[in-house]
């Protein structure tokens, strides 16, 4: 079956670090294109960051120099770290898998 489970998200101060995790099943992780979408109330959703087949990684302005993206191919997951986050990180985030597969998202809070 095919799957993408998130897990890491949650509540953190401005300044702070996360690390998002994207397990996956049933699908050809390490040929895939995978990334990470969010999306705060009220706004579309948005490409924060994504990896190719070739695992090279590509960022939103926004978070380009405080998000990277990465893969572990032997444990079939994906990852977002995120630093120096910011109130405006707040949003869902959520995996994504080429062919239109979609993680159940993970609330991200960067509050006082």
């Known amino acids: 079956q095919v799957q993408l489970v998130e897990s890491g998200g949650g509540l953190v101060q401005p300044g702070g670090s996360l690390r998002l995790s994207c397990t996956t099943s049933?699908?050809?992780?390490?040929?895939?294109?995978m990334g990470w979408y969010r999306q705060a109330p009220g706004k579309p959703r948005e490409l924060v960051a994504q990896?190719?087949?070739?695992?090279?990684?590509a960022y939103a302005d926004s978070v380009k120099g405080r998000f990277t993206i990465s893969k572990d191919n032997a444990k079939n997951t994906l990852y977002l770290q995120m630093n120096s986050l910011k109130s405006e990180d707040t949003a869902v985030y959520y995996c994504y898998a080429g062919g239109n597969l979609w993680g159940q998202g993970t609330q991200v809070t960067v509050s006082l």
């Open positions: 990896v190719t087949d070739g695992n090279t990684p």
């Open positions: 049933g699908i050809f992780f390490s040929r895939a294109r």
